[in-house]
Antibody
Framework: QIQLVQSGAEVRKPGASVKVSCKTS????????MHWVRQAPGQRLEWLGW????????KFSQKFEGRLSITRDTSANTAYLDLSSLTPEDTAIYYC?????????WGQGTLVTVSS | EIVLTQSPATLSLSPGERATLSCRAS??????LAWYQQKPGQAPRLLIY???NRATGIPARFSGSGSGTDFTLTISSLEPEDFAVYYC?????????FGQGTKVEIE
């Protein structure tokens, strides 16, 4: 079955960076785009960006331009989110999600806490 | 950026009742709209894509309708497992955006 397994919780200080991984199995990784979505405590879902896992092309929300990077390793069937210059407002659960007629499969989420 | 406004914020209903959830877009998104269900401590689950197509494995009691700026998610007869928060999402233009959610709670 299709699985997206994310890396574990992270704690960072303001100004630091964080990298979250999303390891996939059960489907051909390069056939689908992968999106990253986050959810701050008690808030709505927020879309960060996506990567075409086949070509590596990316698109980001302008809100995160300059401090967000999304990459993939096709040999490991894994996508990565890299967010820099963290502030407490970046504290959230970060999800990866496969794009197939909507976001049809999701990782379990990775809690990133930014605190001094 | 396209703003999605969901109503009502909370819907208090009993099992077996019909639930009607609304999502309004600040500009047309054609039919590029999806609905998700989220339960506490879980990732969202895709219910509907392209406004009216049920995702794989989603029961027939869930249906979606609408186009342009006005969309509806209907749950024909609520089951106990349907009490959750529901979000709409537009993917017509970047950035993709989500509504603020409608909580369906047990009355």
């Amino acid at each position: 079955q299709i699985q997206l397994v994310q890396s574990g919780a992270e704690v960072r200080k303001p100004g630091a960076s964080v990298k979250v991984s999303c390891k996939t199995s059960g489907y051909t990784f390069t056939d689908y785009a992968m999106h990253w979505v986050r959810q701050a405590p008690g808030q709505r879902l927020e879309w960060l960006g996506w990567i075409n896992a086949g070509t590596g092309n990316t698109k980001f929300s302008q809100k995160f331009e300059g401090r967000l990077s999304i990459t993939r390793d096709t040999s490991a069937n894994t996508a990565y989110l890299d967010l820099s210059s963290l502030t407490p407002e970046d504290t959230a659960i970060y999800y990866c999600s496969r794009d197939r007629n909507g976001l049809d499969n999701w990782g379990q989420g990775t809690l990133v806490t930014v605190s001094s | 950026e396209i703003v999605l406004t969901q109503s009502p914020a909370t819907l208090s209903l009993s099992p077996g009742e019909r639930a009607t959830l609304s999502c309004r877009a600040s500009q047309s998104v054609s039919t590029y709209l999806a609905w998700y269900q989220q339960k506490p401590g879980q990732a969202p689950r895709l219910l509907i894509y392209d406004a009216s197509n049920r995702a794989t494995g989603i029961p027939a009691r869930f249906s979606g309708s609408g186009s342009g700026t006005d969309f509806t998610l209907t749950i024909s007869s609520l089951e106990p497992e349907d009490f959750a928060v529901y979000y709409c999402q537009q993917y017509d233009s970047s950035p993709q955006t989500f509504g603020q959610g409608t909580k369906v709670e047990i009355e």
